[in-house]
Antibody, heavy 116, light 113 residues
Framework: EVQLVESGGGLVQPGGSLRLSCAAS????????MSWVRQAPGKGLEWVAH????????YYLDSVKGRFTISRDNAKNSLYLQMNSLSADDTAVYYC?????????WGQGTLVTVSS | DIVMTQSPDSLTVSLGERATINCKSS????????????LGWYQQKPGQPPKLIIR???SRESGVPDRFSGSGSGTDFTLTISSLQAEDVAVYYC?????????FGGGTKVEIK
């Protein structure tokens, strides 16, 4: 059974940093592109970034470029999102998901709240 | 960026009746080299992550009831629930994966009348 478990969310002050993790199991992680998608409270879905199977190619939403870094460790079956210079606009539930096209499997998400 | 526009924003339908959700993209998501529409549909129930229910505009995912169907091509797409059941109450999103950034429609909330 495919499982994606996000962690690392929490309350952070504006300008602060946070590192999210996504632990994957039940599939061959190194064979898949992986994505981060976020959802602000009561709002719709917004793709944030995705990363190639071997970590070579990475793509970002313009509004997070230069602040967020997506990475992965295939030996640990883990996906990461380093988030710097956070603002209130980044407050959301962050989901990891498999794929770079249709997103087949999703985790339960981790909540990031940016507030003073 | 490709803008995805869904209509209506919300829909109230009686049990057993048809629900129809529309999705329009600001440019075609039909890829000429493989003749596939790069569009998916997701269902999100309260407190849960989204669930992919249709890929390539019309291919239903394994385990998704056949009352769900997707249609359309190019820039205009439709998700139809042929006979609404109580468990179908959710927000539905379309998403294009023709180009980066991946973009989603604003969502359509489906409720029971």
């Amino acid at each position: 059974e495919v499982q994606l478990v996000e962690s690392g969310g929490g309350l952070v002050q504006p300008g602060g940093s946070l590192r999210l993790s996504c632990a994957a199991s039940g599939f061959t992680f190194s064979w898949y592109w992986m994505s981060w998608v976020r959802q602000a409270p009561g709002k719709g879905l917004e793709w944030v970034a995705h990363i190639e199977e071997d970590g070579g190619e990475k793509y970002y939403l313009d509004s997070v470029k230069g602040r967020f870094t997506i990475s992965r460790d295939n030996a640990k079956n883990s996906l990461y999102l380093q988030m710097n210079s956070l603002s209130a606009d980044d407050t959301a539930v962050y989901y990891c998901a498999t794929g770079r096209a249709h997103l087949e499997y999703w985790g339960q998400g981790t909540l990031v709240t940016v507030s003073s | 960026d490709i803008v995805m526009t869904q209509s209506p924003d919300s829909l109230t339908v009686s049990l057993g009746e048809r629900a129809t959700i529309n999705c329009k993209s600001s440019q075609s998501v039909l890829y000429s080299s493989d003749s596939k529409n790069y569009l998916g549909w997701y269902q999100q129930k309260p407190g849960q992550p989204p669930k992919l229910i249709i890929r390539w505009a019309s291919s239903r995912e394994s385990g998704v009831p056949d009352r769900f169907s997707g249609s359309g091509s190019g820039t205009d797409f439709t998700l139809t629930i042929s006979s609404l059941q109580a468990e179908d109450v959710a927000v539905y999103y379309c998403q294009q994966y023709y180009s980066t950034p991946l973009t989603f429609g604003g969502g359509t909330k489906v409720e029971i009348k």
